[in-house]
T-cell receptor
Framework: ETGVTQSPTHLIKTRGQQVTLRCSSQSGHNTVSWYQQALGQGPQFIFQYYREEENGRGNFPPRFSGLQFPNYSSELNVNALELDDSALYLC???????????FGSGTRLTVV | KQEVTQIPAALSVPEGENLVLNCSFTDSAIYNLQWFRQDPGKGLTSLLLIQSSQREQTSGRLNASLDKSSGRSTLYIAASQPGDSATYLCAVLTSGSARQLTFGSGTQLTVLP
């Protein structure tokens, strides 16, 4: 059974650029959620995907968008990067009931 | 809006000591509560999951309790070891726009040899 895989592990972008982060869900899981974790804080819910559609969003602007593919993998896209977008981005997968979550190792994004 | 608070924010103990980490949440309408461990710069490792109908869960030296009516959970670590040094995060699963985890800010634990 494979776990949740995220790529890349680290990324440096310039303010105003766009970035795409990728996540492969754990085998048997069909729901993917994305979280943003600023330094010294707990993760904050960005959005969740189920059956290739967004079915919930936290308090994040529309420049944060995502996709889920038929194999349940997912992408997080962030447009017009701001310095405050610098954070660890975590992907988590779960089954449809969403009761237990498995997290990936995260992508560390630095915006300069 | 669900809010999760963890106390203390940081804790330093000598090796071998038993310790308790605290978590409180404001809305008792939760599906479950999960404790995670996070090493510096890394992802989250699930330690224990307690369903809303359960009172506690145990795994090795770890024991987590849940009192849903009072909005509290504790994580008890027995006979602490330097390898236990990490940040411990508490999260509750609630139904907002979707079933989502709401996290506390964590307790940073240091176990001194």
């Amino acid at each position: 059974e494979t776990g949740v895989t995220q790529s890349p592990t680290h990324l440096i972008k310039t303010r105003g650029q766009q970035v795409t982060l990728r996540c492969s869900s754990q085998s048997g899981h069909n729901t993917v959620s994305w979280y943003q974790q600023a330094l010294g804080q707990g993760p904050q819910f960005i959005f969740q995907y189920y059956r290739e559609e967004e079915n919930g969003r936290g308090n994040f602007p529309p420049r944060f968008s995502g996709l889920q593919f038929p194999n349940y993998s997912s992408e997080l896209n962030v447009n017009a990067l701001e310095l405050d977008d610098s954070a660890l981005y975590l992907c988590a997968s779960s089954s449809a009931g969403g009761y237990g979550y498995t997290f990936g190792s995260g992508t560390r994004l630095t915006v300069v | 809006k669900q809010e999760v608070t963890q106390i203390p924010a940081a804790l330093s103990v000598p090796e071998g000591e038993n310790l308790v980490l605290n978590c409180s949440f404001t809305d008792s309408a939760i599906y479950n509560l999960q404790w995670f461990r996070q090493d510096p710069g890394k992802g989250l490792t699930s330690l224990l999951l307690i369903q809303s109908s359960q009172r506690e869960q145990t795994s090795g030296r770890l024991n987590a309790s849940l009192d849903k009516s009072s909005g509290r959970s504790t994580l008890y670590i027995a006979a602490s070891q330097p390898g236990d040094s990490a940040t411990y995060l508490c999260a509750v699963l609630t139904s907002g726009s979707a079933r989502q985890l709401t996290f506390g800010s964590g307790t940073q634990l240091t176990v001194l040899p």
